[in-house]
């Protein structure tokens, strides 16, 4: 059996915490017998030696849904609105089974069985809710708080904590079992924008499998056994193969791993989310913004729009930058003193622009023009660029500023409009 992180809390546990929680975790002593190692199995191998094409239906609570072999009962369940807790689950990721906060009771067999583990078979009847199930789950995750740094006050994630959210309702107390807790580091450096604290992990291993599965840099990694158990960085003191993606911080359930560029926690506490666009290139990623007093103190994936760059989710801080050209400027000469920039109008700007470039042409050429596109502009606005440039200007010499960053968005670019907007 995989060790799980409710393993190394209940050993930790004190004979005190163990007299007083004594029918608790005598319910999760259960999940240890075979019979529930084996339940999960047993359906599975029921499918290999059933042989049924098209759709399949199960019951859950009383209620007939249809279902893919595809599926596991938790996908099935959450898609048609049961409300299964988890919080080592993400359907982006394959299916650990480390909370066992999925558990679920299906008939005929006698222990229950992990919803994200178990594949959906035709005929299944499905309790997602019943006394034995909320004894099971408030257990754990009163093991889970026994060696959780419990100050959620002081945490980034106060208030969208799943960890928090589900210990509210099932009346989990964080003080029901009182033992040796672990020694961790307040927090280590994953990369420069990203940080983990080790003293609020649960061992769900989101992070490490969103690293390995989706992002392909494995830069975390479990390491340890039984209490030992914990994350670490792979490898080890060498510099760490962490890119920065940010989607271990998206999926953290418990506020173990943070961005470092993160606001304080009055304005993330404060922070109103906005839907809108990432402005680094012309893919059109929609992002969520968490603005704090006209400020911009975290940048997330929008639900349902997959994730970001590294430009996307850690680029924001050009848009408070004193730096900023926020109007038209013209270069004018001064005696002795060399050039400067004095703000002009749009209309000045433009008229500026258009008498040079005449000049430049009538005395040069049209090949004398170069001009540069931005790769943070609309497929649509480059391509009206370059229609200018042609039509207009007569010159071929066109480019983008692009780096090696943007070789996807080109790509993307020369298959939507062609080879003329590169």
Request: glycine fraction near 10%.
């Amino acid at each position: 059996m995989r060790t799980g992180p409710a393993w190394g809390c209940m050993l930790a546990v004190s004979p005190a915490g163990l007299r007083e929680g004594f029918s608790g975790a005598l319910a999760w002593w259960e999940l240890l017998r075979p019979g529930v190692r084996d339940a999960s199995s047993r359906i599975a191998t029921r499918r290999k030696t059933t042989s049924r094409f098209g759709p399949m239906a199960i019951t859950i609570d009383g209620k007939p849904v249809e279902c893919s072999r595809e599926e596991s009962i938790l996908d099935v369940a959450r898609r048609n609105g049961f409300d299964i807790p988890s919080l080592c689950y993400d359907p982006a990721v394959r299916a650990w089974g480390a909370c066992r906060l999925c558990l679920v009771e299906v008939e005929g067999l006698e222990q229950p069985v992990a919803a994200c583990l178990t594949p959906a078979d035709d005929g299944l009847h499905v309790h997602t809710q019943s006394p034995r199930l909320s004894a099971i789950r408030r257990t754990i995750l009163e093991l889970l708080l026994s060696d959780h740094d419990g100050n959620c006050d002081s945490c980034e994630l106060s208030g969208s904590c799943r960890l928090e959210a589900l210990a509210r309702q099932h009346q989990a107390r964080p003080e029901r079992f009182v033992g040796r807790r672990h020694a961790h580091p307040d927090a280590i450096e994953v990369s420069p924008l990203i940080t983990r604290h080790p003293n609020r992990c649960i061992l769900c291993a989101l992070c490490v499998r969103a690293c390995a599965e989706l992002e392909g840099a494995a830069a975390l990694r479990m390491a340890g056994r039984g209490l030992d158990t914990h994350i670490e960085i792979a490898n080890g003191e060498k510099p760490p193969a962490c890119r920065s993606c940010g989607r271990c911080v998206s999926l953290c359930p418990a506020g173990a791993v943070r961005d470092k560029t993160e606001g304080s926690l009055a304005a993330l506490k404060s922070a109103q989310k906005v839907i809108s666009v990432c402005p680094h290139c012309g893919v059109g990623c929609r992002v969520e913004l968490q603005v704090a007093q006209g400020k911009i103190v975290k940048v997330m994936p929008a639900d349902g729009s997959g994730d970001l760059c590294v430009m996307g989710r850690y680029g924001c801080d050009f848009v408070h930058s004193p730096a900023r050209l926020t109007m038209p400027l013209t270069r004018l000469e001064s005696l002795g003193t060399g050039s400067y920039l004095r703000p002009v109008s749009w209309e000045e700007a433009l008229g500026i622009a258009a008498e040079r470039l005449k000049h430049v042409k009538a005395r040069h050429g049209p090949e004398a023009i170069a001009v540069l596109c931005s790769c943070r502009s609309t497929n649509e606005a480059n391509y009206l660029l370059q229609k200018f440039a042609r039509a207009v200007l007569g010159t071929n010499n066109i480019d983008s500023g692009a780096g090696m960053r943007e070789t996807p968005e080109l790509a993307g670019d020369d298959l939507a409009v062609g080879t003329g907007i590169m």
